[in-house]
Nanobody
Framework: QVQLVESGGGLVQAGGSLRLSCAAS????????MGWYRQAPGEQRELVAT???????NYADSVKGRFTISRDNAKNTVYLQMNSLKPEDTAVYYC?????????????????WGKGTLVTVSS
């Protein structure tokens, strides 16, 4: 079984920065893509950024130039550096791992989600 544990959320003033981390635990052979999604109150969950095992990245237009996603494949960990935060960035941020290949149990192509971490940006 794979678990994703996020950390790094909190309260920050507009213009400030936060760094989110997400570590995947379990007997993992590889993870194709890892990413961050967010859900604001009353809104649908939306993509923030994703990164493949090869380092290819994809960002939502709303965060381009402000957020940076990175990944440590050896540690099965993904990070999200968030700069120049705005009140509209306030949301619960969820970590995602897609295309997961585990050794025990032997499963391939699974998708997992973390429980989320709250980011609040005050104006």
């Amino acid at each position: 079984q794979v678990q994703l544990v996020e950390s790094g959320g909190g309260l920050v003033q507009a213009g400030g920065s936060l760094r989110l981390s997400c570590a995947a635990s379990g007997i993992i052979r590889s993870i194709n893509a890892m990413g961050w999604y967010r859900q604001a109150p009353g809104e649908q969950r939306e993509l923030v950024a994703t990164i493949t095992s090869g380092g290819s990245t994809n960002y939502a237009d709303s965060v381009k130039g402000r957020f940076t996603i990175s990944r440590d494949n050896a540690k099965n960990t993904v990070y999200l550096q968030m700069n120049s935060l705005k009140p509209e960035d306030t949301a619960v941020y969820y970590c995602n791992a897609d295309g997961v290949w585990t050794m025990s149990p032997p499963l391939y192509g699974m998708t997992y989600w973390g429980k989320g971490t709250l980011v609040t940006v005050s104006s």
